[in-house]
């Protein structure tokens, strides 16, 4: 055991990523960072066999990302049987393009005397600029059928398995069709001073991309007493980017180097103004996002809606018959008595939001509407339920109702495998949880920074106790909803 440590080296450690740019006699190195994760190139273990002192340095071209890899080491395993060092060659060549294993000296050759990057763009369309920190950014937006689009996500393929847990490279040779459905944000900054005479104005700070799926229309949102003739195939191309769609936002980094300064803030507002801006797209939704991307979204989504007015329109009816919300069996909660239901249809699809971001962002706020000290006071205060003199405790019964009929309908089934008083404890933990990440999520809201600054950390708050179980009417009640566990957030957000 002691001989394989010896020859064993983390992976994460020895792996050294570099942008650099031409200097005046040398490459300049802007920025040095190391991978987040190395499990699916080197294996779940994130280790490398056979070598001593080992070094990697990925080096990329800051503008174009043009790559290069430099191996060195102390020592090398000999083979020994099936034994044997890792073949680095073999396993990075899978995750990058045959150019990026040249030798040094060509590599540096080619990027210090590179004539055109001194009057290098992004490619795409500049969709906002913006400042931070007295230093310049630019954001483009890029369709993946553009070959020089193709070939800067090519290079940048491998920051997915380094950067993105779960994430996986882009198929870059699919059909023209396939490809058309995809669009791709880069964030750049405008670099001044050149230090040689080839540096090149731009330095890649993070990118996304997102995919168009097509929706399906209803029959009655389409003529059918129409007298032109149809004809296949038809007699003028049918542009993807014409046709009604849902964007799914899949990939999305901020390279480590850049993070912390309100990027992703950026980046993910000028995406969403995009979306909002074309009239083919009718819902935004993400794929498979991490917990930090969740605050992110969250962050932007709520700061969104309270700017354009649509939050401020949303109102808890906290004055309802008391009798409606009393326990009995088969009760459900009066959601169109305690909300305007055709309102908040139609500032969801305004926004262009998906069902579940919305809600999310509807019990956010309706919370942020309960004064501190009622919702700190947990169940202690809410014996009267719906009968409470105190308008506070009113809302936040209410609200507890509305966040405890979502729970229990998106998790119906695994529920309903559970004793009543199981059910029961279930929802009240996931509401405890809940209730705790909202309330995490308010105070940085309230707060100063952008949201990749404060919000990325989760805190979990206790488990808060119910007084009697006249709050869980609803529970006994038959609902539809769909499969979820019950205290976990589901990461996928079609809906």
Excluded at 79 to 93: F, I
Excluded at 235 to 242: A, C, L, Q, Y
Excluded at 292 to 318: E, V
Excluded at 477 to 484: L, N, T
């Amino acid at each position: 055991m002691a001989d394989e440590d010896k020859w064993s080296s983390n992976a994460n450690e020895v792996v050294q990523i570099s942008l650099v740019q031409p200097g005046a006699e040398s490459l300049k190195s802007l920025s040095t960072f190391p991978p987040q994760f190395t499990y699916s190139i080197f294996g779940e273990e994130e280790r490398i066999f056979g070598y001593q002192t080992l070094n990697i340095k990925l080096r990329f071209a800051a503008h174009d990302l043009y790559p290069n890899v430099s191996i060195s080491y102390d020592a090398r395993f000999k083979t020994v049987g099936d034994t044997k060092a890792t073949d680095l060659l073999e396993v990075l060549s899978e995750f990058l393009p045959p150019y990026a294993f040249d030798k040094a000296s060509i590599y540096k050759a080619r990027i210090q005397g590179d004539a055109s990057a001194a009057t290098f763009k992004p490619p795409g369309k500049l969709v906002e600029s913006y400042t931070s920190k007295g230093r310049k950014y630019e954001i483009w937006c890029a369709e993946l059928t553009d070959p020089a689009t193709r070939l800067l996500l090519e290079r940048m393929q491998i920051f997915i398995s380094f950067f993105i847990e779960g994430g996986t490279p882009l198929l870059l040779d699919d059909q023209e069709w396939t490809l058309a459905r995809w669009r791709v944000f880069f964030v750049y900054e405008q670099l001044s001073s050149p230090t040689a005479p080839n540096t090149y104005p731009y330095s890649i700070v993070g990118y996304s991309t997102s995919y168009r799926f097509l929706t399906y229309q209803h029959a009655a949102s389409v003529s059918l007493n129409s007298s032109e003739p149809f004809t296949f195939p038809p007699e003028h191309p049918i542009s993807v980017s014409s046709l009604p769609s849902r964007a799914r936002i899949s990939q999305f980094l901020i390279l480590p180097p850049h993070q912390g300064h309100s990027h992703g803030t950026h980046l993910y507002n000028t995406m969403i103004s995009t979306f909002l801006a074309d009239p083919a797209c009718t819902e935004i939704t993400v794929e498979d996002p991490n917990e930090a991307f969740d605050d992110l979204r969250d962050y932007c989504d709520y700061n969104r809606l309270r700017t354009n007015g649509a939050l401020s329109q949303i109102k808890l009816n906290i004055n309802i018959d008391p009798k409606s919300t009393t326990r009995r069996i088969g009760m459900r909660v009066p959601t169109s008595k305690l909300l305007d239901k055709p309102l908040l249809k139609t500032l969801r699809l305004k926004n262009k939001l998906a069902p579940r971001q919305f809600d999310r962002l509807v019990e956010l706020y309706l919370l942020s509407q309960v004064p501190p000290h009622n919702r700190q006071s947990g169940t202690a205060r809410l014996t009267q339920r719906g009968r409470a003199s105190d308008e506070g405790d009113r809302a936040y019964y209410y609200w507890r109702l509305l966040v405890k009929q979502r729970i229990y309908k998106k998790n119906k089934d695994v529920l309903m495998q559970l004793d009543r008083m199981e059910r029961i404890d279930k929802v009240e933990e996931t509401l405890g949880e809940q209730g705790g990440d909202y309330e995490r999520l308010l105070r940085a809201l309230e707060g100063k920074g952008g949201a990749d600054v404060e919000v990325g950390v989760r805190r979990d708050r206790g488990k808060r106790r119910i007084i009697d179980d006249e709050e869980y009417m609803e529970l006994d009640g038959a609902a539809d909803g769909s499969v979820e566990p019950p205290a976990k957030r589901r990461r996928e957000d079609a809906g």
